[in-house]
C-alpha cells in the first residue's frame, strides 16, 4: 500500500548550521509532496511543498528537492534558528484531495 | 481570515462511550479532512468531506464517523470507544478543487479511560 518513509527521526544541530530531512514514498503515481512543521500544541502548518513536474523549489532558508525516479524528496534548511526546533512532517498523495499520507516526523533541535 | 476552528480542544472519555469532535473549516473551503495522530501511529488519514458528501475513507473501523453540514462545518464521531482511540484528532480544511494545501486546526485531545 501507500508508504512514505521519513529519516532520521530526531536530527540535533547547531544554531546556524543545515538541517536535511529526507523522505521516500512508494507509489509511483504520488504527484505532491508537502512538508509540515508542528510546534508543541499546534497543528502541522504547511511550510514548502513541491510538485511532480518541478525538481526543487526554494523558499528563504527553506527548499525541497525531489527525485522521481528514485521516489526520494528532501527538506533542507539552512542557517538554522532555535525557532526552527519543532516536529516537521513530509507527506505525498496522488491527487486525492485530502487525503495525505505522512512520514513518522523529524524531531529537529536547534542548539543556541 | 480566522483559522480552523476545533471543539472541544480536550475531552476525557471512559471505554464504552462515544464522543463527538466539531470542525469549521475557513471562510470558503469546501473541503474538511479528518486525521488522528499518535506517537506509534504518527498521522493518520481518517476521512475527507466535500460538499456534504464522503470523498475519502482511510483504515479505520466503522466505529469511526463523520458528516458535513451545508455550511462545511463537520463533525466526527467515534462509538464504543477503546483505550487505543486516545489520540489528537487533527481537521484540516481546503478549497476542495485537485490537491492543495491543507490547513490544520489545533485539534481535539482526546483520552479514554
Known amino acids: 500500500g501507500e508508504n512514505v518513509e521519513q529519516h532520521p527521526s530526531t536530527l540535533s544541530v547547531q544554531e546556524g548550521d543545515s538541517a536535511v530531512i529526507k523522505c521516500t514514498y512508494s507509489d509511483s503515481a504520488s504527484n505532491y509532496f508537502p512538508w509540515y512543521k508542528q510546534e508543541l500544541g499546534k497543528g502541522p502548518q504547511l511550510i514548502i511543498d513541491?510538485?511532480?513536474?518541478?525538481g526543487e523549489k526554494k523558499d528563504q532558508r527553506i527548499a525541497v528537492t525531489l527525485n522521481k525516479t528514485a521516489k526520494h524528496f528532501s527538506l533542507h534548511i539552512t542557517e538554522t534558528q532555535p525557532e526552527d526546533s519543532a516536529v516537521y512532517f513530509c507527506a505525498a498523495t496522488t491527487n486525492q484531495g485530502g487525503k495525505l499520507i505522512f512520514g513518522q516526523g523529524t524531531e529537529l533541535s536547534v542548539k543556541p | 481570515k480566522a483559522g480552523v476552528t476545533q471543539t472541544p480542544r480536550y475531552l476525557i472519555k471512559t471505554r464504552g462511550q462515544q464522543v463527538t469532535l466539531s470542525c469549521s473549516p475557513i471562510?470558503?473551503?469546501?473541503?474538511v479532512s479528518w486525521y488522528q495522530q499518535t506517537p506509534g501511529q504518527g498521522l493518520q488519514f481518517l476521512f475527507e468531506y466535500f460538499s456534504e458528501t464522503q470523498r475519502n475513507k482511510g483504515n479505520f473501523p466503522g466505529r469511526f464517523s463523520g458528516r458535513q453540514f451545508s455550511n462545511s462545518r463537520s463533525e466526527m464521531n467515534v462509538s464504543t470507544l477503546e483505550l487505543g482511540d486516545s489520540a489528537l484528532y487533527l481537521c484540516a480544511s481546503s478549497l476542495g478543487t485537485g490537491t492543495g494545501e491543507l490547513f490544520f486546526g489545533e485539534g481535539s485531545r482526546l483520552t479514554v479511560l
Open positions: 513541491i510538485r511532480s513536474n518541478v
Open positions: 471562510s470558503g473551503h469546501r473541503s
